[in-house]
């Protein structure tokens, strides 16, 4: 390797699927503690914030290949484990008495996880956007380049790695706590609905987009 191409700088596409990227990566446990109602379908909100790991890591892939794609995910258990670790620091530092305790307990309840939850989460991050990024890059050239093919590979993908989600996350998380089947049920449906709807014309949204990016 030359010392152009070591130097050579990251393009600008990349480098702003790389901010959202690692962004998402935290935001996704934060949203999940609220349950929205999307007509007879009830889903944890970090979803919204998942979906956008699926759709950056097929728009990486995409464009700039399936090792760049799993760089990116495998990048992402950094800014993953530094939230973990500040969230445990500041958790066992003393409130001020100036803070309400009603704001003390609420925010105790949202970042307070146990520990399962908060090992199922990396785990199944992990499996379920490696995941992604294989089946996406797989199916590419069966069925043509052109952009409607892209965007059902991307739902395919999505749909099969967000449903394997579920299935990790839920079982690590709660099982033995409470009978998971009726959970496990709605939110493998209400993803896999989520995963078919939005993320095909967003990964063709990302992907024009970067594509524009780079041609600045």
């Known amino acids: 390797m030359t010392e152009t191409e070591k130097t050579k700088p990251i393009s600008l596409g990349l480098f702003v699927m790389t901010v959202i990227y690692g ?3 935290v935001l996704a446990g934060v949203l999940g503690f609220k349950q929205v109602a999307l007509g007879p379908l009830a889903v ?4 919204f914030a998942f979906l956008m790991l ?3 890591s097929s728009s990486i892939a995409q464009l700039y290949g399936r090792d760049q794609a799993n760089k990116m995910v495998l ?5 993953l484990a530094l939230s973990v670790f500040l969230i445990f620091i500041v958790l066992g530092l003393p409130a001020s008495d100036k803070m309400p305790p009603e704001n003390l307990s609420a925010f105790e309840t949202v970042l307070g996880q146990t520990p399962r939850i908060m090992a ?3 785990v199944a991050y992990g499996v379920s956007l490696f995941l992604n990024v294989y089946i996406f890059d797989k199916l590419r050239g069966t069925g043509g380049e052109g ?5 059902v ?4 993908a999505s749909a099969i790695s967000q449903a394997i989600d579920s299935v990790i996350f ?3 998380a709660f099982y033995g706590e409470f009978p998971i089947g009726p959970l496990l049920t709605g939110q493998i449906l209400a993803k896999v609905v989520l995963s078919v709807v939005l993320v095909p014309p967003l990964v063709l949204g990302v992907v024009k987009l970067a594509q524009k990016l780079d041609a600045r």
Request: proline share 7%.
């Open 170 to 172: 839920i079982t690590l």
């Open 54 to 56: 699926v759709i950056l």
């Open 44 to 47: 944890e909100a970090g979803i």
């Open 153 to 156: 590979r991307g739902g395919i």
């Open 120 to 122: 199922a989460g990396p």
């Open 147 to 151: 952009s409607i093919w892209m965007m």
């Open 75 to 79: 990048w992402g258990f950094v800014p």
């Open 23 to 25: 962004g998402m990566t």
